[in-house]
Every structure is written in C-alpha cells, then in structure tokens.
C-alpha cells in the first residue's frame, strides 16, 4: 500500500476475494487511496481504463485469483490496444499450491503474456517493492500498456521493510525518446518539397500529449489534419484545418485527401484497417513519414519512406523548430499549398457529412448526438461502447482539446462506456461524462449502474436504442441482403425501470421534440447517475462507409 | 524473398521468459526453425540462438518484436554479419554386425567420436555447421540410423564484436 502511495494513487478498482483479502485488509487501516466496489472484474479494468485515458496517469486494479483475473482479460486486451497504462493486481493461490489446480488457480500470468505490456508473478515479498515500481514504469513509459502482478496470498500475508524506491532500472527496457538528427531534417525537407501533404494523426499524439505542438505544426505550415478514431481530440475539431476522421467510417474529403496526397506525415497511428482499407490502394502515390514511439510499428503494416521512433511530443517540437528556421520558405511553402486546400474544400462542397433530418416526428440517432454535443457545448467527456452510436458520436461530437474521448478503437470492447464513464468521472468529479451506447453494448456492464448509484457519480448514459445490434443490422443489411440474423433484440428491458431500480435517474425519449429538455433536465443532476432511453428510427446506416477491404476512394455514400 | 535467418539473443534468466519468446513466434505467425537457450557466464544472462526462415521484412518485424519484450537486453541478425555457426548431433546407430573398433572407425569417419558401444547399438557424437551435419546424416542414413538429437544451432559472430547487455557496453 505504501508503494502505491508513493506512486500517487487515487483510486483502486476491484473486487475482493479470498487470497487478496489481506490487501484488502490492509485497505481498510488507510485512508488516502478509495478503493471503488465493482459489481464485475471486467468494469474495473475498463474503469481504470477511462480514469486512466483522461488524467494519462495509470489506472489501478485489485482482484483476487481464478474466474476474478480471468475477468480481467478484456479489459486489459482494450487496454493493450490501444496503448492505455493500466497495473492490475491478481490475488494467486499460496506459492506451494501453485500449479496444483487449487481452488480459484489460474495461471494468469500466462493467460496475459500476450494481452499485457509485461507481467510478473510475485514469488517473494522481498521482490514486491520493486515489482510494483517496475509495473507501474513499464504501463506508463515508452508506448503505455497494461501491466499485471500477480501475488500470492502468502506473499501478500508475509511482511516485509519498505525500502523506498525512488528509480527504476530495467536492463531490457529503454524507452527511446528522441530519434537521430539526420532523419529529422529528411523529414523537414520531404515536407517542403510536397504539394498534396496530410497529417495522419493516431492515439500516439494524445497519450504523449502533443496536442499543443501538432497544433501549431499544422497551423505554421498550413497542412490539414486528419484523426483516427484514436486521435480525436488531438487536433481541435473546429480548427479550419480539422479534416474530421478517415477510414472505415470517416469523411468522404478526408479518405480522398489522403489518397490523393502526395505526403504523409503520420504521427503516432498504427494503419489500422479499419482506417488504411485495402491496402493495395491506400495512398499509393505518397511519400510516407512514420513516427512512432514504437520501433516495430513502423513498417507494420505500410513501408514508410522516413520512420522516426520517439515521442510524439519531443519529435514534432524539434521538427516545429527545424521548420522554423527559414520563416520565408515557410510563407512560400504555406501558400503552395491553397489549390490543395480548395481541391479538398470541393469534395467536401460534393458529399459533405448528410444525415436525413428528423421525419414526421421520428427521432434520428444522429440528432440525439447532435443535441447531446449542443447541450454539453462540446466540454463532455464523451465515453461510447461499440457499434453505430460509437461512429456517429466519432462523427458528430465535436472534440477540442485531447482526453475527453473514450472509446474502445482497437478492440471493439462492447460493454467498455459505463464503467470506462464512472472511471472518467470519478477523476474529474465536477465535469459533465456522457456515456453514449447502443441497446446491445449497454447490457453488456449495465451492472456498473449499482457502482455509480454507490459513489454518487453524476454520469449520464444516453442508450442510441433500435432494437437492433444495430452494426451488425447495417452489415447484413448491405452485405448479406438483409438476412438479419441474430441481429434483432427482440426482449429488451424497460431501461427507464431498471435505471429506477438501482437508485439512478431514468428517462424513455420517444419524439425530436423532447430530446432538449430531457437533456436539460438530466444535466442538473449531480447526486446519481442518469440513463436516457432514446427510442431512435430502427433502420439507420452509418454513412459513408468504406467497405471491409476496400480502397478508401470506394466510399459508399448514401 | 526468403531466407534463413539466425538471430542471437540476450534474454534475462528468469522463468518465463522462454515462453514468452517462443509465444511471440506463435502469435505472430512466425515460424522457429530451431531454437537453442542456455546459460552465459554472467548468471542473470541467458543467450538464446534462434534460426528461423522469412523475407527481410517478417525478420525485421522479428527483431524489432523480440527487442520489446522487458526481458530482452539485445537481438541481433548475425546473418548480415560474418558468424560461425555449430550443432552437435548425437547419432545412435544399429550396431549388431560390427564391432567396437569398426564403430570407432566409422566415427572417425564422420569426423565425430564414439560415445558410447553396447552389442545392439553404438552412439556417435558429430559437431558442424548445418552443410557438415546433414551431409554427414546423409551418409550415415546408409548404416542404419535408429535415432538421431539435435542441440539446435548456435551461433557466434567471427571477428572481436561480442553480444552484451547494454550495461556492460557502457
């Protein structure tokens, strides 16, 4: 407990159990870190998750061993992802027992080796200090991740000095920060000679905290932006420059500027699928800069011409500064950039984002989120599950500065918004935190209601609700002629009831008409959570839309 | 285009960490054409050899993933580099028609030594570099193998440069 102390932990997220039961006891004598009751170990990882993404400082958990750090796995897969510090502590079985099948045995430790940055097995309680100081440089340094520590109860029971820890070494482990002179200044040069440049900006720009920088970088040089799903909020959403998301489900302008362009300049993204397409077609005729914090990144998925491995932050400065030098080259280079700009301007002018207006009283999905984005002057935070709310909520929500979006982008985590809200909310108790989420995502962890009813949070859950999965729906329908499989939520609770049930505030939005003053009237309240239920039109499509292995210029449109 | 590939590496001595090497070959599809660990003079320290077959790009993508992992201190692809390369085969051969000195003499042959004689059967020991064994396993095929071990290859680069941990290198 000592240790965490040090580390500056606020919160622990867990569950107790038989073998941690002395930890938890050891909770109960102190005061300064609030341990926060789950109902599920998989809310807890995803809690830590959503505190850990809006303060950047690490999200901690504390369960016990078997089915507990099975639950475990999810979230630390989210986490692992999409590159989110977490340290998770199991409770194991007595050292001698290990190995042995004992009651509530896992090996966990190999369960995670391949969903966690690292993880330990505490075999001495000598080793535990260290272990933890270790965890918790590993999860948050270099490209974060989650890190599990697994102890025995007969480590956590035998007692030990404390010995103040104040530096970690690791043999194995050097983060490296800045890359060499030589391939910044290519850089530099690759940018000035190009004509069609895009900012391809990934989560790595939020979680080193570039924001600041890559924002001046694009306004010095004039070159538009365009975010992953990951990287919202890096880059401010109502800067003239802001292209909005690309991929899958990203602007029509936004995927023809980056396969028309003849540069990239990609800042912390892996080339995801579901934002690069068919390979075989993305941005074939530009130059690639890569920079990323991590080495194998680079050259993944796409051969890059310059790869820079270090942090977003510190690389982007010296590149700002290398820039800088020549202030004429830059005017010059500004200017040659405008029919490059217009030529953007008209596709987005040709097919800008349209979604169909409310009609005959029906409630849109995306008017609901336009309306939660009004209300809330686009200061929320804003966690979302997985499925159309989440792409619509990409598409709509506005976000100005970084860490006030939470969402689930490598995994696809449904059941990963409310607890990943209650975490957001507890690190900033006097924000307003918006879980958007589907019908299907929300019953995934709606359980988490009886934690936030517990510590009082304020969070608001607006469930986008037609009945459906409603992107499984959107699949089957473009894609296996709407033979629904499976797809349709044919019981559904009365979540108005439910919500009532666990001692939070319940609303049910039928008509366009109600949507500002129900949101209104659940921004008043302060003491408990509050879920909305928006009955939307059933049969709603994310528009546009890149099909699976497709080129990002093969956009369906409407 | 693919090629073989022989990769050192200095790996922490604590358990696990075999299996999160090998692990990492599995879950990205890599293939290990053999593999051998053992200990260095420095305790902590293990020194693996890993041979395994892809294009520059897969290795590449090899060694930048083995260098993530906490417990590697370094990963090197001696296939750029002049290396010399051994593995030992212990070869153990029908022995009913031929006596101890005809044993001896086929050994000798093979450039490897008797190890052990019974009336049934008789060990050689062979060490070379991949070309040597499987000539010699060749050869041997016509006397009648029974079983052979393999150690696995491993592998050192020729010249003064030496595989240390980067603490040692400061």
């Known amino acids: ?558 | 285009m693919e090629k073989r590939h022989t990769i050192s590496v200095l790996v922490e001595n604590e358990f696990g960490v075999l299996a999160r090497i090998a692990g990492l070959f599995a879950q990205k599809g890599y293939n290990i054409e053999s593999l051998s660990v053992s200990p260095t003079t420095d305790a902590t320290l293990s020194r693996m050899t890993i041979v395994t077959v892809g294009n520059d790009h897969v290795v590449q993508q090899i060694i930048k993933q083995l260098d993530k992992l906490i417990n590697v201190l370094r990963v090197e692809d001696l296939s750029h580099e002049k290396h010399v390369t051994r593995e030992l085969f212990l070869v153990k051969l029908e022995g009913r028609s031929r006596s101890r000195s005809e044993a001896e003499k086929l050994a000798l042959e093979m450039g490897g030594k008797l190890i052990d004689y019974s009336a049934a059967a008789f060990v050689v020991e062979v060490t070379g570099n991949e070309e040597e064994g499987t000539s010699c396993l060749e050869k041997l095929k016509k006397q009648g193998i029974l079983e052979v071990v393999r150690t696995g290859v491993i592998a050192v680069q020729r010249g003064e440069h030496v595989l240390v941990s980067p603490k040692e290198k400061l």
């Open chain 1, 1 to 558: 407990m000592k240790a965490l102390e040090d580390l500056g932990v606020e919160y622990l997220f867990g569950y107790p159990g038989g073998v941690v039961l002395y930890i938890y006891d050891e909770i109960h004598k102190q005061k300064k870190i609030k341990h926060i009751l789950v109902r599920h170990e998989q809310g807890a990882t995803h809690m830590a998750d959503g505190y850990a993404r809006v303060t950047g400082k690490p999200g901690v958990v504390l369960v016990t061993s078997g089915p507990a750090a099975t639950n475990t796995v999810t979230g630390l897969t989210t986490a692992m992802m999409d590159s989110v510090p977490i340290v998770c502590f199991t409770g194991q079985v007595p050292v001698q027992l290990i190995g042995n099948d004992a009651f509530q045995e896992c090996d966990i430790v190999g369960i995670t080796r391949t969903c966690t940055k690292h993880n330990y097995l505490v075999k001495d309680v000598k080793d535990l200090e260290r272990i933890i100081h270790q965890a918790f440089y590993i999860a948050t340094s270099g490209r974060p991740g989650p890190v599990l520590v697994d102890i025995p109860k007969d480590v956590s029971m035998a007692m030990t000095e404390y010995q103040g820890i104040k530096k970690v070494e690791l043999r194995g482990y050097k983060p490296k920060k800045v890359p060499a002179q030589g391939p910044l200044e290519e850089a530099v040069e690759l940018i000035f000679k190009s004509n069609k440049p895009v900012l391809y900006m990934g989560g790595g720009v939020v979680a080193s905290g570039a924001s600041g920088i890559v924002t001046e970088f694009a306004d010095l040089l004039g070159i538009p932006v365009t975010m992953t799903l990951m990287g919202l909020g890096g880059f401010p959403g109502d800067n003239p420059l802001c292209l909005g998301m690309l991929g899958m489900h990203g602007g029509y302008w936004a995927n023809m500027a980056m396969n028309n362009s003849d540069l990239l300049i990609a800042l912390g993204p892996r080339f995801d699928d579901r934002v690069t397409g068919d390979l075989k077609k993305f941005a074939v005729h530009a130059k690639k800069i890569h920079l990323d914090i991590d080495a194998s990144s680079i050259g993944k998925i796409v051969n890059v011409d310059i790869g820079l491995v270090g942090d977003a932050k510190e690389v982007v400065s010296k590149i700002v500064s290398l820039a800088k030098k020549d202030p004429e080259r830059v005017r010059r280079y500004r200017n040659s950039l405008k029919p490059w700009k217009e030529q953007i301007q008209r596709w987005q002018k040709e097919h800008p984002l349209y979604y169909p207006q409310e009609i005959g009283g029906t409630l849109r999905p995306q008017y609901v989120i336009q309306k939660i984005y009004e209300a809330t002057k686009g200061e929320a935070i804003i966690t979302t599950d997985v499925g159309q709310h989440q792409m619509w909520t990409a598409q709509i929500y506005k976000f100005n500065g970084p860490r006030r979006w939470c969402t689930s982008g490598g995994l696809g985590t449904m059941g990963f918004g409310l607890p990943a809200a209650i975490g957001a909310q507890l690190a900033y108790p006097n924000d307003t935190v918006f879980c958007i989420s589907g019908d299907g995502s929300i019953q995934m962890n709606i359980q988490e209601l009886a934690t936030a009813v517990q510590n009082k949070l304020p969070v608001k859950v607006a469930i986008i609700n037609n009945f459906y999965l409603g992107m499984v729906r959107q699949w089957q329908q473009f894609f296996y002629e709407r033979r629904y499989s499976e797809s349709e939520m044919l019981a559904m609770p009365d979540f108005v009831k439910l919500a009532e049930s666990y001692g939070a505030v319940g609303f049910l939005v039928k008509k366009p008409s109600e949507v500002e003053t129900v949101l209104k009237e659940s921004l008043k309240i302060k003491d408990r959570p509050v879920l909305i239920d928006f009955h939307v039109v059933k049969e709603e499509n994310v528009m546009p839309m890149v099909p699976a292995g497709k080129g990002l210029d093969e956009m369906l449109l409407a």
